[in-house]
């Protein structure tokens, strides 16, 4: 049993991992690259010519087997990298320690720094991030590539306080927006402050770049340019179709029933599903159910989104006409307090409630917590029976957190490979045509949202028809695209 | 039976039509508006303050039952009005008689001007064109309410001509471009210089808008507008969500299936479907064979729609691959020569070819009837075997134009209703703030798509949750909308 | 303008038609030949062996086109026919006009006697079925094809009254069991007998079968074999599971949908759809729905349907749980009153009504006629609005029959062809293996019902795998079939 | 770590369980009673009456938390029960212990005798079965409650050698119908007459009757009757309709998607599955891809349910034409070799193969594992990686046994609550109406059936609708059921 010595780098505080598990983790990973054909085809297409060589990225995904498939695609087009995942309990330790210890192919020779473990405590959490932002020597990250945006909040607060000189002092319980976890952060820069008062202004000042792949993230970035405190452009992953139309959808449809299954193997055929939003989430979520032969109905504040759920059969809903009927109850909103306390009280005995939409706060898990009398009973692990002092009780799923990650292994490899090939196009983007890209936030050109399409395809057996060029002029296009207009919205 | 004294305004060129065509059709004018809510409600909104009290609508949409319902709306707002088809084939005579006719009622006292009827030469054609933008006395209009751009043509085209001084001579055939439709408009307007030098300007200085619900007229807007040669502002409706991904979409779904049923009765289930096209249009066509048991096999050229189409199930084939197994051939793609001659000859005995997208040219009609020895035997109407010289037949539907149109009564009236509130909304909206609107073209503020949509949810039984402050605070959004970035696609 | 002069046999009583009917109806038999390749199979089969010659069949089904490929298929294979339809609304006639034309063909040389046309009275009716029953000269039929047993009835019944040596006297209102149509069967009958008193006891001895493809007729035959009183051995061809499964679900697909769209074009997307029943007709009616985005209730009286039901995604309701929300409301039970009157008045204003189960009692359409003070409006044929006094609406189809049939054009060819193969091939089977038949009810052996199937894989380009010797044994059948037990439900 | 006591019965040979296993047992059982509505209720009808009394049953069923639940029903309505698994894996070894600890309910005060763990060596397995039916002291079952018919055949084997008065000697490899398991039968028999050569004669007399509910098992059982060797009645489960069309096909929509996730978290969406068989397996199979956005092929031997899967939208083909495409192969046909060696190397890299039918031999393990070179890697337990000497491999799921079961926990329980009911139903209508039984095979009567059915609506929300006396009397049934001709096919 050998200490992969990469976790010694900060000694004593990374957990130890072993090789059995990081061989484990390789079949995993071999596995996975026959359903990542976009992040194979760019390891065919750019190893040669090396476009990242040079690049040193900063990456915060959550540190599953397909984002080992990510990183070490990055690796093999030239970059150096350091990777913490954005999530305390997304990490697949066997996929982290294969990482670290590297494959011993040319793409992935010696293994890559890794700071993630399943079960971080918060306080690690923003440890491990600030890890992949502060290289050994002096050196610097010059890429970001985010989800979520705590890498890149974390860069531009180091950055602003280095600037004001000092690191706020923690705020308290009832302070207007006080949150625990903010604390930590300022913490971790406040210690960083005092060692190099200049670490992070350096950092930012040698980022060319961030890309972004979460709603979340991206409007954080939307309101850091509006706010003109953006210091270095960011490419807007999220909205490309290939990721928000594909990721959100397809891969919901695979993994809401599937986290399901596995916490609770209770059949869904026959049963209500309540489904709350129907973005794209919300549409592979009840898609996914009436797969099973579940009733779907489904809530919305949008009334565009109303109507098409509606028109694709589903009846439309409040949670309050139906929550003492329904036998699931799935957020998938972003939105917060869509499952109160009070709803939750209301629901039928036994009926099963989780979350796939973003935050925990989608669901008032303080508020039921508060009930009085209530009885909270572990069933297996991120599964809960909360037994109201009737008698009652109902099941929620990964403590309210995202149940596909929480209770399941998150998107199947295939799809992630559509949001991955964004992001590695994205990096390409950003590192080559820097000049190109003044401050803002970008999408990626539909021409190139249009390749990770392409190279998908060929894993599905699907053939495209090739225009000829009567046809293109025809149309107003190039016969190699892009097709369509920008607001076009398939 | 009465003549019908409007028709004779242009003695002896319009049909006659007789009282009892009109009672049919006001009965199923009436049966129509329940299922038109949108238009109801605008009805109900704004007959009060008369918004379009003063506005001269030139109307050019096909002339059914549902754009009786359209017309009658305007009318109820304040509007005159004077209409023709867009289509040689789509107008329902008794809808067109008994808009003529008029209800008796406030909204329809006492008819409006139609020049339509199920039929027309394409010399008619265009002077009921003609006849729409020039109104009696010295009186002119100043909206146009367009679907296809044909009446906008007219007026852009006139006012080219007097700029000019002259009306070019008729093309023949050979030359570039040669269209023997596009000699009838320079007849048409030839002769109105001829009466007049000046009346497409004047027209044109008038009108003060157009609204266009067509890919196809807005793609012609836009060109104009870049080319600076539009004349007045224009609302591109056909983007709106409420138009684009309802109207193409689920009418299809409901339409298509409807036409190939009326005209043929063969047999859907279990029998292999081929949809070129995995647009709006595309999605509803797939989503309609699939739902009566047909294996559906789908061609693109656009790698995103594509992938969309696999993943959502379809196999993704040429044509080719395809062409001699297929039973049902159907395209839906705005291109041309989507089905060739060669195409059609490969097919399968008695295979079904029928197009749902624009023009006729997306199956090559021409190519087909050129083929030596083919034999061409009329079923039924807008039904017909070609039988080819080896003894083997296939059925094209409607002589390749839109299908739903030529052999059932195309979209239902749920879906016009929320097509045609657009239309309404944005003849409102653009005539009673012409001032905010510059020459340009515009798509309709998502608020008030969102609003189209809203008045659809109550016919379905569908109920929109309300955000409370907090959470619309969370989301940074009016609880009122709109919810959604400009940029998300529904 | 020639006269048909098969139909002056009985003269001045069957309604001349003319050529050019006969010529549009052979276009359509002979493409409806293409979408039937059991009936097809059968002639290449059968023809050279001529099976039927001697059998002279009296038959009675809807005079449809796919009827007309019956009829020729059985004179192909020898038999004389002549035909009479089982419904007064379901004969299309230029389906009779070809037929009684012919083809000029070896398979259809020189017409059939056919005693139907669109609209007939109920007396005319039943002088139609007594024509098909009574033959010229000393000849008399030998077989019956039965849809309904309206032609086994009557045979029964004059024996029956033969041997009493009287008719009884007609029914008055009042009498329990009353019935003006069985007046007119005793009418039919009691000049029979003035004629000649043994008739029917002849043509009953002389009968060797009859084959019989519906519910309710093989109910009648299964009373009437009990009872002790059935004359000839009957083979049941509506549990055929190539009928059954596949008429029934698959046919209902279609036409349901088809029948209201012709009739009402109202949008089914997003509407409330109530289905009466989930046996194989209402699970077709249920599916056609939920493929054009409705959403489907489904009321059962049977538990173990109604958790089918629920188990594909249905919510299983009582009428009166939705009467005021569904849009639309089908039968297809085979039972009375499933709808009554006072239903219909607690329904949405422009509910559509409609049965497609069997008779027209499952509607109460006398209920609904007698509520004071309504009126009833033909919007078209087959198409009334029934409004209430206080002006809310209902829109009923086909009167209450089968609106299938009524508003379109009843099932597809290729579903007809599965059921009609099932009839030859009974026919055959009694006709020829008579001694292997003493009086009974009998289903058609598996092995033949697995060749009727085996008839209509090809035109689905349907592959069928072979078992092997040691798979065979394995499973101990027959390489070539029957592969299942009797008690087998698929 | 307290070893329970029940196990010591036969010492050393069970394995030890600890208390916390049967505690989490216990919550799992308490979260499955609330999906089995149909036990529960029969504990609430039959409980006070007790007719199990006296009833001592051997059970032999996949020892699962859903058969705890049954157990645990049958000894609330009075029996006493033994039991064993009927499967090496399928064991759920906290079930096992929770039911051997008992719950201190009045229903189960002290738990159970169980002989099953996960993971039993064959020989361990015939050990186990011998245990439910020898029981301690001079008591014998009366009951067998069967699954595959392994308890019925011990019996049967039993006492035929006792009656020859010897047992054979083991077959050698090579024989004609050589089984090496049948070798550990005789062993084990061997045994038991040496000890007692009167042993299963006395078993067999006392037994009363045997309920089975597998395919298998019920076609031993006919075999049995049909020679004339059956030794007590029989109730063939499988064969209701709420046994053979809701588990195995609902259940296996449910189960089959779970196993694969499970075991690869490959995407389905998109891909191509190969489907063998459309029985009722099949069906539910196909139907979990498709709502998975897969595309599904099916292969079938029957033309009769090939049919409907082309009518059902699936293309029927022969393995061979597309055992290069598909992504997934799973059988369910319950016949030997579906898929060969040969198959399995024409596999494109990385495809997917598991069996969801029967036994093991639907997929040829052994002519796998003899291809020359091949090599099988464990990825994780129940999943291995078998690569082929060219480097292409194939993903083969729980060594070609029931993947559902290997690889994800089975049926869920309310599906499993339908067939177990049938179950519970049949042992009382065999123990306490055993007069009315001859030797021979039953199925339940319909209107038992329907009970089933009717135990199961309430917990879908469904409302079942009742005939009144005039509906019942036209129909000619009774409003209490049952409803439908024994021929009738769901």
Redesign the interface.
């Known amino acids: 049993m050998t200490t992969l010595s990469t976790f010694d780098e900060v000694p004593g505080r990374y957990k130890v991992r072993d090789l059995s598990l990081a061989t484990?983790g390789r079949?995993?990973i071999r596995?996975a690259e026959?359903?990542m054909p976009g992040l194979m085809a760019l390891r065919a297409e750019y190893g040669p010519s090396q476009p990242l060589a040079g690049a040193r990225i900063a990456g915060s995904i959550h540190m599953t087997?397909q984002t080992a498939v990510l990183i070490e695609t990055l690796t093999a087009l030239g970059a150096e990298v350091r990777w913490a995942s954005c999530n305390i309990f997304s990490t697949q330790d066997e996929a982290a320690a294969a990482v670290v210890v590297g494959a011993g192919t040319p793409e992935a020779p010696t293994g890559v720094p890794v700071f993630a473990w399943k079960g971080e405590s918060l306080e690690e959490y923003w440890e491990c991030t600030e890890q992949i932002l502060v290289w050994p020597g002096d050196v610097r990250p010059n890429m970001i590539l985010d989800d979520g945006g705590d890498a890149t909040l974390l860069v531009h607060k180091g950055a602003e306080f280095e600037r004001l000189g000092v690191v706020p002092t923690d705020g308290q319980p009832g302070d207007r927006g006080y949150s625990e976890e903010y604390n930590l952060i300022l913490g971790v820069l406040r210690r960083s402050l005092e060692g190099d008062p200049q670490r992070w202004t350096r950092i930012a000042a040698e980022i060319q770049g961030v890309t972004e792949e979460t709603t979340t993230g991206v409007?954080r970035l939307y309101q850091l340019h509006e706010a003109g405190e953006l210091l270095f452009p960011a490419i807007n992953v999220n909205?490309s179709?290939?990721k928000?139309?594909?990721d959100n959808k397809?891969g919901i449809?695979?993994s809401l029933?599937?986290g399901i299954?596995?916490a609770?193997?209770?059949?869904?055929?026959?049963?209500?599903a309540f489904v709350a939003g129907y973005g794209d989430v919300g549409k592979g979520a009840a898609?996914?159910f009436?797969?099973?032969?579940?009733?779907v109905v489904v809530?919305?504040?949008?009334?565009?989104?109303?109507?098409?759920?509606?028109?694709?059969?589903?009846?439309?809903?409040?949670?309050e006409?139906v929550v003492g009927?329904a036998d699931f109850f799935i957020t998938t909103t972003?939105?917060?307090?869509v499952i109160t306390a009070e709803h939750m009280q209301a629901m039928k005995?036994?009926a099963v409630v989780g979350n796939i939409g973003h935050f925990d706060n989608e669901i008032d898990m303080a508020g039921l917590a508060a009930i009085p009398g209530i009885v909270r009973?572990e069933?297996?692990p991120q599964v809960h029976?909360w037994v109201f002092p009737d008698g009652r009780s109902i099941?929620v799923l990964s403590e309210g957190r995202l149940l596909n990650l929480g209770n399941?292994?998150g998107h199947?490899?295939?799809?992630m490979s559509?949001s991955f090939t964004n992001q590695v196009i994205a990096q390409i983007e950003l590192f080559t045509k820097r000049e190109e890209y003044p401050v803002g936030v970008y999408?990626l050109p539909k021409v190139l949202?249009?390749?990770v399409?392409?190279l998908?395809?060929d894993a599905?057996?699907?053939?495209?028809?090739?225009?000829?060029k009567?046809?293109a002029e025809?149309?107003?296009v190039d016969a190699a695209?892009p097709?369509?207009p920008e607001?076009y919205?398939?």
Chains 1, 2, 3, 4 share one sequence.
């Open positions: 484990a079949h995993q596995l026959h359903e087997v409007h909205d179709v290939t928000s139309k594909f397809y449809r695979h029933p599937d299954n596995r609770t193997d209770v059949l869904m055929g026959g049963k209500l898609e996914a009436r797969g099973q032969g579940a009733r809530s919305e504040v949008d009334p565009i989104c109303a109507l098409q759920a509606a028109m694709d059969g589903y009846q439309v809903v409040r949670l006409d009927q972003g939105n917060r307090d005995n036994k009973t069933i297996k029976e099941i399941a292994t199947p490899s295939f799809v559509s999408r949202d249009e390749k399409a392409r998908h395809l599905l057996g699907a053939r495209l028809t090739v225009l000829d009567t046809q025809y149309l107003g695209g097709f369509k607001h919205r398939y």
